[in-house]
T-cell receptor, first 107, second 117 residues
Framework: RKEVEQDPGPFNVPEGATVAFNCTYSNSASQSFFWYRQDCRKEPKLLMSVYSSGNEDGRFTAQLNRASQYISLLIRDSKLSDSATYLCVVNYNDMRFGAGTRLTVKP | DADVTQTPRNRITKTGKRIMLECSQTKGHDRMYWYRQDPGLGLRLIYYSFDVKDINKGEISDGYSVSRQAQAKFSLSLESAIPNQTALYFC????????????????FGPGTRLTVL
């Protein structure tokens, strides 16, 4: 079983849609959690950290459920520029990356 | 100028050749990492270094070695390249002190696309 699992997608949604990504992790001792964004053929960049209480950054909302070892990312009012691969990342002694979920937002 | 640079950006080589990938950073970060990315597998950690004198194996270190020549430089070597080392390689840095944000946030270079024939 992979340490960090994500639905690979692709998710194809129209502009303005709300889309949610899920991620599960296997190491219950994991300490910190993140969502990174990776554009095609580019390096990953931090989108947002995920806190136990849940956190929001504009149109993006991240949730963490430690009991279920589950992380989510919600994107509201999708824009064309949101098209990318979203990587779930979990930190214990080092960072473990999920394989990513690909999102395409269409006009 | 980019804060984390990698050279070369693309490399095609043959089985058995020795290859070195170089990473430099101007962010002043103490921690540096090497990852490889393969389709469907995500990024996997090869080696990491928390200081000039510190080298640690990651998830998939076999077939690779590293050198931390200075705080700003971290190189990855493939002593005898094989085709299944064909991948996209990323260098990353992070700041233990976290003065500019989350201490675990990693900043990636643009990647090196390596093909071993």
């Amino acid at each position: 079983r992979k340490e960090v699992e994500q639905d690979p997608g692709p998710f194809n949604v129209p502009e303005g849609a709300t889309v949610a990504f899920n991620c599960t992790y296997s190491n219950s001792a994991s300490q910190s959690f993140f969502w990174y964004r990776q554009d095609c053929r580019k390096e990953p960049k931090l989108l947002m950290s995920v806190y136990s209480s849940g956190n929001e950054d504009g149109r993006f909302t991240a949730q963490l459920n430690r009991a279920s070892q589950y992380i989510s990312l919600l994107i509201r009012d999708s824009k064309l520029s949101d098209s990318a691969t979203y990587l779930c990342v979990v930190n214990y002694n080092d960072m473990r990356f999920g394989a990513g979920t690909r999102l395409t937002v269409k006009p | 100028d980019a804060d984390v640079t990698q050279t070369p950006r693309n490399r095609i080589t043959k089985t058995g050749k020795r290859i070195m990938l170089e990473c430099s950073q101007t962010k002043g970060h103490d921690r540096m990492y090497w990852y490889r990315q393969d389709p469907g597998l995500g990024l996997r950690l090869i080696y990491y270094s928390f200081d000039v004198k510190d080298i640690n194996k990651g998830e998939i270190s076999d077939g690779y070695s590293v050198s931390r020549q200075a705080q700003a430089k971290f190189s990855l070597s493939l002593e005898s390249a094989i085709p299944n080392q064909t991948a996209l390689y990323f260098c990353a840095t992070s700041d233990r002190k976290g003065l500019a944000g989350d201490p675990n946030e990693q900043f990636f270079g643009p990647g090196t696309r390596l093909t071993v024939l």
